[in-house]
């Protein structure tokens, strides 16, 4: 199946700075790529789609200033978090569907101090 | 709005033990289903997909089903063991639609 790497898989920041998540799909070409957000004890919440050359569609709720996204190609997809704050730490993950099913990366734990 | 639903929300079973998990939603028109399962601070892996039009699907000890008219799925656990210990999540797509909605998860816990 699908290999999606995620990186960094941990990262902590100060408040008032920005930080860049890395989605890649290493072995399929994925025009979409989905972004969640967990929090403790709570589901994934779809966060935006990352679509292939062209604007990402944000969930309701979601600032679309705040959480920039980037897909500049058919393996990578980028979410920024710009100005970060306490409440943005959170544990974010990208998938991709293949066809065949959803596979996810491996996340990444953000900790804003 | 989809709303997915897992019960129960912690289960701790001992080794060698059959267990199910239940997960419902209250919308019907789903394109397909998904289990996962998620180790503390990691990503998911996929562990079975069912489409909708599919009744049930088996991977080794696992077997999920699938009854869409009810809104309801179970995943089945043969012969428990300690490393099927992790939170097990259910969620689905909606018709004409690729963004998954998940239910909270059962913490499963497999006692030595």
């Known amino acids: 199946g699908a290999v999606v790497s995620q990186h960094p898989s941990w990262v902590i920041c100060k408040s008032g700075t920005s930080v860049k998540i890395e989605c890649r799909s290493l072995?399929?070409?994925?025009?979409?790529m989905f972004w969640y957000r967990q929090f403790p004890k709570q589901s994934l919440m779809l966060m935006a789609t990352?679509?292939?050359?062209?604007?990402?569609?944000?969930e309701q709720g979601v600032e679309k200033d705040k959480f920039l996204i980037n897909h500049a190609s058919l393996t990578l997809s980028t979410l920024t978090v710009t100005s970060a704050h306490p409440e943005d730490s959170s544990f974010y993950i990208c998938?991709?569907?293949?066809?065949?099913?959803?596979?996810f990366g491996s996340g990444t734990r953000l900790t804003v101090v | 709005k989809q709303e997915v639903t897992q019960i129960p929300a912690a289960l701790s079973v001992p080794e060698g033990e059959n267990l199910v998990l239940n997960c419902s939603f209250t919308?019907?028109?789903?394109?397909?289903l998904q289990w996962f399962r998620q180790d503390p601070g990691k990503g998911l892996t996929s562990l079975l997909l069912?489409?909708?039009?599919?009744r049930e699907q088996t991977s080794g000890r696992l077997n999920a089903s699938l009854d869409k008219s009810s809104g309801r799925s179970t995943l089945y656990i043969a012969a428990s063991q300690p490393g099927d210990s992790a939170t097990y999540l259910c969620?689905?797509?909606?018709?004409?639609?690729?963004?998954?909605?998940f239910g909270k998860g059962t913490k499963l816990s497999v006692i030595p």
């Open positions: 998938s991709v569907w293949t066809g065949e099913g959803y596979t």
């Open positions: 072995d399929f070409q994925a025009t979409t």
């Open positions: 990352s679509n292939e050359g062209s604007k990402a569609t944000y």
């Open positions: 919308d019907s028109a789903i394109y397909n």
């Open positions: 069912i489409q909708s039009s599919q």
């Open positions: 969620a689905v797509s909606g018709a004409g639609s690729y963004q998954l909605t």
